[in-house]
């Protein structure tokens, strides 16, 4: 009899923790989210499983340490509403095919936060292309602190795919794509030159602007990353941002890196392809920070870029599993 207890309690033990846990779901940020602290998010908290726009609402507002779970594509129960998210959190798609379509995330002065594997698309009004009638961004932050987005996919927004705004800092965006959409990736609103964040493996692709626009960074570091068909500017340092690209890959774009006049700029190994206008790869570059005395990282070969990035960014099947 006794046996058969234990049988069972590992049966069920089992089937509990399939439902409820997932290989990739205590994962941590590198670069910098991985300084000040560390971003962990749910770390260490409960797992949860949202499949619809109300529980998510619901699970991303509650207090201490969870990972919510995405089952599915997600439909916004109120178009552009910007779900927010509190403290410690995980926000991770199953599989490949989950997310929010038709509304986005909003971080307001909360920290240790990861959204990942999940697509958030599609707030487009169809006759406004440039996307400025509303703010309905993917993800609108504002004084956020630790947060790692990744293997995110956001297209077709109105007004921009991810905005990092006012003193929001250590933050990494990796592995995401970016795609057809005005502008993309916004960083700044502030006079403060405070700001520390890693773009790293994105592919930003068909986005017409801001790949990112960072003003007053105190550091932003990109590398591993691929642009492709970037019609009005690719990556812009404004303001005093302190900015260092490495190992990128502009296929198809505009202006590429271009520097204001009170910024500074280092780039070292990068590929242009079919583009036009500026690329200023060393203004004051004497100025710019060297990534590797704060964190470890790896540099991709260039040349792999084009095939690599769109294959392995975006929503996966193994970081969903
Ligand atoms: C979270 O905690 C704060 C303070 O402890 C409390 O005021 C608030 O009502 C809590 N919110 C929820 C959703 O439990
Ligand atoms: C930023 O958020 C923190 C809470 O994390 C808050 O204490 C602080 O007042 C906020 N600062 C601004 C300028 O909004
Ligand atoms: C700039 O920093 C000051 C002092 O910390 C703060 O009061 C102010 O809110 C910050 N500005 C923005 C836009 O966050
Ligand atoms: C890239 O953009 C094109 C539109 O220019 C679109 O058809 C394609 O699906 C996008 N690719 C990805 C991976 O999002
Ligand atoms: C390039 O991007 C623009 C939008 O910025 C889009 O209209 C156009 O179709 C894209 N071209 C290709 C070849 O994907
Ligand atoms: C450059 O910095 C100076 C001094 O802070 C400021 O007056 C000027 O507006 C800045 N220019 C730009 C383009 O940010
Ligand atoms: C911005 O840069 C200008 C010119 O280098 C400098 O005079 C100014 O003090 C800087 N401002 C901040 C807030 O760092």
Redo the contacts with the bound molecule.
């Keep these: 009899m006794h046996w058969m207890k234990s049988v069972l309690f590992l049966f069920v033990a089992c089937v509990a923790s399939q439902n409820t846990t997932c290989k990739r779901c205590e994962d941590v940020a590198h670069g910098f989210a991985l300084l000040n602290g560390g971003t962990t998010g749910g770390k260490g908290g409960r797992t949860v499983v949202a499949s619809t726009w109300e529980e998510l609402k619901t699970y991303a507002a509650s207090n201490g340490s969870l990972i919510v779970r995405v089952d599915g594509l997600i439909n916004s129960g109120e178009r552009g509403y910007e779900i927010p998210i509190a403290n410690d959190k995980t926000i991770i798609g199953v599989g490949r095919k989950s997310g929010l379509i038709g509304g986005g995330f909003a971080i307001k002065g909360t920290k240790n936060i990861i959204l990942r594997n999940l697509q958030v698309s599609d707030t487009r009004i169809p006759e406004d292309w440039p996307g400025k009638t509303e703010d309905w961004d993917g993800v609108q932050v504002d004084n956020g602190t630790n947060i790692w987005i990744d293997h995110m996919k956001f297209a077709r927004m109105n007004d921009g795919l991810i905005d990092l705004r006012r003193d929001s800092t250590y933050i990494t965006v990796s592995s995401c794509i970016l795609s057809?959409?005005?502008k993309a990736l916004g960083i700044g609103w502030t006079t403060n030159v405070t700001a520390r964040v890693t773009i790293n493996d994105n592919f930003f692709?068909?986005?017409?602007a801001r790949n990112p626009s960072a003003d007053n960074l105190d550091m932003c570091h990109m590398y591993n990353n691929y642009f492709?068909?970037?019609?009005?500017y690719g990556t812009y340092a404004r303001g005093n941002t302190s900015l260092l690209v490495e190992n990128s890959y502009y296929d198809?774009v505009f202006d590429p890196i271009v520097v204001g006049p009170n910024a500074s700029v280092k780039a070292n190994w990068v590929k242009f392809k079919h583009v036009e206008g500026e690329t200023m790869l060393d203004v004051n570059a004497k100025k710019v920070f060297k990534a590797s005395d704060y964190y470890r990282y790896s540099l991709r070969d260039l040349y792999d870029l084009p095939n690599d990035i769109p294959y392995f960014a975006g929503p996966q099947e193994d970081v969903g599993s």
């Excluded at 692709?205 to 017409?208: E, I, L, R, V």
């Excluded at 492709?228 to 009005?232: A, D, F, H, K």
């Design positions: 057809e959409h005005n692709n068909s986005t017409n492709r068909n970037c019609t009005s198809g």
